[in-house]
């Protein structure tokens, strides 16, 4: 197939998936083409004017009236609701503020509390560092013990020591769609608690927390959800376990009365219950704005355009390159929304890539991560970045002696 099979194949895709483009609902710098969504979402066409208002009235002019007057103080389970309309969460069993790791901290904590007399949590040996130092200074704590096991081997190491099994939905670097319906069935029938890491599914894949009776998840708000650089995270807890859940970091935020300043702390009823501290109102406003850009659409039709394109983003290099390792599974079903591949040369593909307007990804020690953030890209769009891979590696641009530093954050 020549790249003019390709650019036809991509127009009638394109065409067939007009419904599903937002690109007008984000600012996007010209030129590029945009594949690493799953580290840093783009810029919602909303967001500038949210912050703007933020900054020069609501915070400029109406100060600490703000609280009150536009909805600060409740905005943490407000955005929590917006957030869980896009991972299958009934409205009050989500809460917005502090990191990924703050969140998952609290959750495995409250997992303990779940499931008192069990010892085990359970783990796959892959998963984001985060997640496994989070994991491990967890576990020190509460002197559980770490198992690891791959993700088709949970069910057959489901003990009855197993507190909570922890996974990530989709692998940060292969883009490996985990089964979450059929582990977390098999972790319930064992009487063990599941928590999710939802940072690489959320906005792209429909996760169906109420569907499939999940019991604690986490993630981030800048990948596929947009909000901008060290948005605040988010944690899930199901309605059945908010009585039960205990906030092992109690901030006043999440006080049953937060205005009395009492001596002792009682937790709030709901979701607030997992609230901590102030939260970090600015990014907050910025994620809130962000999330706008899914008004009106339905998680599965934005899963639907993403496996479109992931496979024709995959079918494309693997016309022009028959040697292409790919570490992404094939079956699109097992596929989250990015498509990774192995070269030796990885980070120079990725610098090379870069510096031609395509903006990949690369993940230690070999692999080309490109992320396919539905709603801002068309096939067209990943016409551009294979013709501009094949052009590298032609070239040797890859071999640059330029890349041989390797730049800690890229």
């Not at 690109?23 to 590029?32: A, I, N, W």
């Not at 800048?222 to 605040?232: H, R, T, V």
Request: with cysteine; aromatic share 6%.
């Amino acid at each position: 197939m020549t790249f003019d099979h390709l650019d036809a194949r991509a127009a009638d895709l394109d065409a067939a998936h007009a419904t599903t483009d937002l690109r007008e609902r984000f600012l996007l710098p010209p030129g590029v083409v945009y594949l690493d969504g799953n580290s840093l979402g783009a810029l919602p066409r909303a967001v500038p004017a949210a912050v703007r208002d933020a900054v020069e009235q609501q915070w400029g002019r109406d100060l600490i009236a703000s609280w009150n007057t536009h909805g600060w103080w409740d905005a943490p389970v407000r955005v929590g609701d917006a957030i869980g309309r896009l991972v299958g969460a009934a409205p009050g069993q989500v809460v917005v503020g502090d990191s990924t790791s703050v969140r998952l901290h609290q959750s495995l904590h409250a997992a303990a509390a779940l499931r008192p007399g069990r010892s085990v949590v359970l783990t796959e040996p892959g998963s984001f560092p985060t997640d496994q130092y989070v994991v491990a200074g967890v576990a020190a704590q509460l002197g559980w013990r770490v198992e690891h096991a791959a993700p088709a081997e949970i069910p057959s190491r489901l003990s009855p020591d197993v507190a909570v099994v922890v996974l990530s939905h989709v692998d940060y670097r292969t883009g490996e769609l985990l089964d979450l319906p059929s582990i977390t069935a098999a972790a319930h029938d064992a009487g063990a608690v599941v928590l999710w890491d939802l940072c690489h599914s959320a906005g792209a894949v429909p996760v169906g927390l109420d569907e499939h009776q999940v019991d604690l998840a986490v993630g981030c708000g800048y990948k596929y959800l947009n909000g901008g650089p060290g948005a605040p995270a988010y944690g899930y807890v199901a309605a059945r376990h908010q009585d039960a859940f205990v906030n092992v970091v109690p901030g006043w935020h999440g006080h049953a009365q937060p205005f009395a300043m009492a001596d002792q702390y009682v937790g709030a009823s709901g979701i607030s219950r997992a609230r901590i501290g102030t939260p970090p109102m600015l990014s907050l406003l910025a994620l809130e704005a962000a999330l706008q850009a899914f008004d009106g659409v339905d998680i599965h039709d934005v899963r639907a355009r993403s496996l479109s394109l992931t496979r024709f983003l995959r079918d494309a290099i693997a016309d022009v390159l028959p040697d292409a390792a790919f570490v992404s599974p094939e079956p699109d079903g097992l596929r989250g929304s990015q498509v990774a591949l192995r070269h030796p040369d990885a980070y120079g593909i990725v610098q090379a890539l870069a510096a031609r307007g395509v903006v990949g990804d690369f993940r230690s020690p070999d692999v080309v991560r490109l992320g396919v953030a539905a709603p801002y890209l068309t096939h067209a769009d990943l016409v551009t970045a294979v013709r501009a891979l094949r052009d590298v590696l032609d070239a040797g641009e890859h071999r640059d002696p330029a890349w041989a530093r390797r730049n800690p954050v890229t």
